[in-house]
C-alpha cells in the first residue's frame, strides 16, 4: 500500500513537473483531446459493432437456445418430478447438468473470442484516430497532445476533438 502511494506520488509530481514545463515554454503550442468522444462519434466504432454482432449472432442464439432448453427441462422437473421415477429424475438432472456445462463452456468461449476480437479492431481504430491526431498535430504545429481526462481544465479552443472526429470520419 505503502509502494502504491509512492507510485501515485510520484506521477503526480511528474505530471505537473511536465505540464508546468510545458506551460512555462511560451513558444510551445498545445492541444487537447476527448479520446472516448472521438471513439463514441466516430462511424467506424459503429460499424465494428455491427460486424461483431452479426459474426457472433450465431454463437449467441446457440447459448440463447441452451438456456432456454436448462429452464425448460428446470420447469419441468419441478412440474412433472413427482410423477417420475428416480431414474427418470436422476436422467433428468444429468440432461440439465450437462447442458448446463456445454453452456458455460461455450459461453466462456464466446466472451473470450468477441473480447478478442472487439481488440483487435479497437485497436485498428485506435491506430485510425492516432494517425489523424499525429496529422493534426503536424499540420498545426502542435508539440503536445494531452488527453482530456488527464487534465483538469483546459480552454475549449485548445480542444481538436471535433477535427479529429471528422478527419477519421473522412476515412470511412
Known sequence: MKKLFKS????T?????????????ADQKVAVVN?????????????????????F????????????????????KKRDSSLMSEKEIEELD??????????????????????????EETNKIVA???QAIDGIAAKEKVD???EQKAIVFSKPDLSITDKVVEQVSKLN
Open 8 to 11: 501515485i506520488a510520484l506521477a
Open 13 to 25: 509530481v511528474a505530471s505537473g513537473a511536465l505540464l508546468s514545463s510545458a506551460a512555462m515554454a
Open 35 to 55: 479520446f472516448q468522444e472521438v471513439m463514441g462519434k466516430i462511424p467506424q466504432t459503429a460499424a465494428i459493432m455491427q460486424a461483431l454482432e452479426a459474426e
Open 57 to 76: 449472432k450465431d454463437a449467441k442464439a446457440e447459448l440463447a437456445q441452451l438456456e432456454k432448453d436448462i429452464k425448460y427441462y428446470q420447469e419441468k
Open 94 to 119: 444429468k440432461k440439465m447438468a450437462d447442458l448446463y456445462q456445454d453452456y458455460q463452456t461455450k459461453g466462456k468461449a464466446l466472451q473470450q473470442q468477441a473480447g478478442a476480437r472487439q481488440n
Open 128 to 130: 485510425l484516430v492516432r
Open 144 to 146: 503536445l497532445v494531452i
